[in-house]
């Protein structure tokens, strides 16, 4: 698990790398961190909907609203975990560009945001 914030991470999962539906997604915890599946997003063939990400950084953020820690997990822990992670330091946080600095500081950095 990545630690990004007190009470924000991502991790892997591992397989499957993609889900079917929501009700297949896994539900519990990592250590004390409410687990928040994202494997439903598309990783690589058909890019996610805007509404699909809003949906999954809300997932994220109403846990924290709640004051549970959650951790954002998809197969591998690099792509789609990330960047609800990122979403959810820009959204909840009020973040700036100083999230995607947060999150290239707390794990292995994903091909795509070393872009950026």
């Known amino acids: 698990m990545y630690k990004i914030l007190e009470n924000l991470a991502t991790d892997g999962?591992?397989?499957?790398?993609?889900?079917?539906?929501?009700?297949?997604c896994e539900i519990g915890l990592i250590d004390d961190f409410r687990i928040i599946d994202v494997r439903i997003l598309p990783e690589f063939d058909i890019p996610s909907s805007p509404s699909e990400y809003k949906l999954n950084i809300a997932?994220?953020?109403?846990?924290?609203?709640?004051?549970?820690?959650?951790?954002?997990c998809c197969s591998h822990g690099?792509?789609?975990?990330?960047?609800?992670?990122?979403?959810?330091?820009?959204?909840?946080?009020?973040?700036?560009?100083k999230a995607l600095e947060l999150i290239k500081s707390s794990q292995y950095?994903?091909?795509?945001l070393q872009i950026l």
């Open 13 to 24: 999962l591992g397989e499957p790398t993609e889900l079917s539906s929501y009700v297949d």
């Open 59 to 72: 997932r994220v953020t109403s846990y924290l609203e709640l004051g549970e820690k959650a951790v954002v």
């Open 78 to 97: 690099m792509n789609r975990s990330n960047t609800i992670a990122l979403g959810v330091l820009v959204q909840y946080f009020k973040m700036d560009f």
């Open 109 to 112: 950095v994903l091909s795509y």
